[in-house]
C-alpha cells in the first residue's frame, strides 16, 4: 500500500475542489467514496455512507475529513463529514485485481471505503435500442472519480479528480 500527497492529511488536494458537509450515517474512514443515505430525523439533506455496492449509482464523493484521532472521517452516526462533491482529493483504491492507469475511471467497490476500476461498456448480445440504453445507463451513472494516478495494489491512496459521472469508462 502506498500513500501519495503524505502531505494532505484532510482536505480536497486543490483549492479549486468543492467540499460539502454532510452528516455521517456511520463510520467512515478517511479518503472512502461515499454515497447518499436516508435523512435523519428532523433533517432535510441525506446523509452519507460507505457502500458495499459495486458501481453504487448514489455515490456522492470521497470523505476528507474532519481527520479524528482514531484516523476516521466519522466514527460513528450523525457527526459531521466533509466530502469532496467535485474536484481533485485522495481516494483509497483496489488496483490489485483490475490496475489501474491513470484516467480510468473509478467506480465503489463491493468492500466499503474503496473504488475500483470502473466496468467497460459492451453493447449487449442482442442489440436493439432498449437493450442498449440500458447497459449504456448502467455503466454511465457508475463512475464517480477519474485516477490521476496508477495503482497496482490493494488499499492504495492516490489522486483523483470526483466528478460524479455521466462518463463512459
Known sequence: MTESFTNV???????????????????IPMWSPV???AAGTNENLPRVQTTTT???TTHIGVAVGPKRSTGNAADSAGQSVDV?????CKCTVDGSSDNIAIA?????KSAAGVAIKCD????????NQANLQSAFDAVAKKPFATALMAS??????????VTQGGQVA
Do not use: C, N, R, Y
Open 104 to 108: 480510468d475511471m473509478l467506480q465503489t
Open 54 to 56: 459495486a458501481g453504487d
Open 152 to 161: 497496482t495494489a490493494s488499499g492504495d491512496i492516490i489522486p483523483v479528480f
Open 35 to 37: 454515497v447518499t443515505a
Open 84 to 88: 469532496v462533491v467535485f474536484g481533485i
Open 120 to 127: 467497460h461498456f459492451a453493447a449487449p448480445a442482442t442489440v
Open 9 to 27: 492529511k484532510e482536505g480536497a488536494i486543490t483549492k479549486g475542489a468543492i467540499v460539502e458537509s454532510f452528516i455521517a450515517a456511520g463510520l
